[in-house]
């Protein structure tokens, strides 16, 4: 399932590569892409959102949507 979060706090790449490690961390086989300007992180993952926006949020990122 294709779901995407609001992301608040990416600055860098190695922000990027923090909450793609993460949400891989959950699920191995999802596909991530970042959009950093539009703070937009697109997951296509079967796993539930809570968990992916807990993943990222205890890398210590806001996620507002």
Do not use: W
């Not at 190695?14 to 703070?39: F, G, M, N, P, W």
Request: charged share 20%.
């Amino acid at each position: 399932m294709n779901q995407i979060f609001i992301v608040e706090g990416m600055t860098c790449g190695h922000c990027e590569k923090a909450v793609t490690q993460a949400l891989l961390a959950v699920d191995q086989t999802a596909q991530v892409v970042i959009d950093r300007s539009r703070q937009q992180v697109q997951v296509d993952s079967t796993s539930p959102r809570e968990v992916l926006a807990k993943a990222i949020a205890d890398e210590g990122y806001r996620v507002t949507l």
